[in-house]
């Protein structure tokens, strides 16, 4: 089946450590998002590819850093800049504008705890 | 991408039409108005899309007014499992070039509830 996965679900860090949320798709979209999202808020855009191997900033790139080295991923570093890393975080991915229906698909989220 | 305005709360009884409305008076020729919902802990789940005609699937229909600054997600038979965060985003519908190509931003959404 196609889809989009995160993993882990739950993951759990140590203060000052950088961390890599991994996202895989496999529905040949060539646009990829990420998204945080805080409890009780909306989700607020990270980063985002539009074709391999170029990214542009989101609202909140700050204490983030993202690769695109292949269409199927779309890898996220939290880095120890980040000064409120607890949160909520989503991929997803899409067909370009102008290519067909640009639905976005979601993964089921990494909640990332940093202690 | 133009912004969108939605109530931050609604309530709807079981088995009710749910409408849910969004205003997005700045929208461009060139974007469409996409709903999506989320279930509490999850990745949001697309609903419907539109440009200017009225849309209807099997999940909701889409009423877009004629001058496109606002639109209404209705759900028909609402459920229990209906209750979600609803959100309206306008994204473009093809390539206008610049940097907001292909970025899909989210408002704070609706939060819906569905009650017995």
């Known amino acids: 089946d196609g889809g989009i996965t995160q993993s882990p679900k739950y993951l759990f860090r140590k203060e000052g450590q950088n961390v890599t949320l991994s996202c895989e798709q496999n529905?040949?979209?060539?646009?990829m998002y990420w998204y945080r999202q805080d409890p009780g808020q909306g989700l607020r855009l990270i980063y985002y590819s539009q074709i391999v191997n170029d990214f542009q900033k989101g609202d909140i790139a700050e204490g983030y850093s993202v690769s695109r080295e292949k269409k199927e991923s779309f890898p996220l570093t939290v880095t120890s800049a980040q000064k409120n890393p607890t949160a909520f975080y989503l991929c997803?991915?899409?067909?370009?504008?102008?290519?067909?229906?640009?639905?976005?698909?979601f993964g089921q989220g990494t909640r990332l705890t940093v202690v | 991408d133009a912004k969108t305005t939605q109530p931050p709360s609604m309530d709807c009884a079981e088995g009710r039409a749910a409408n849910l409305p969004c205003n997005h008076s700045t929208i461009s020729g060139n974007e469409y108005v996409y709903w999506y919902r989320q279930i509490h802990s999850q990745g949001p789940q697309y609903i419907i899309h539109?440009?200017?005609?009225?849309e209807t699937n099997e999940m909701a229909s889409l009423i877009i007014t004629e001058d496109r600054k606002s639109s209404t997600l209705i759900l028909p038979h609402a459920t229990l499992r209906d209750t979600a965060v609803y959100y309206c985003?306008?994204?473009?519908?093809w390539g206008a070039g610049g940097t907001s190509y292909g970025k899909l931003t989210f408002g704070q959404g609706t939060i819906l509830t569905v009650h017995p």
């Open positions: 985003i306008v994204r473009v519908a």
């Open positions: 529905l040949n979209h060539d646009a």
């Open positions: 539109g440009l200017k005609n009225n």
């Open positions: 997803a991915s899409s067909t370009p504008p102008g290519q067909g229906n640009t639905e976005a698909f």
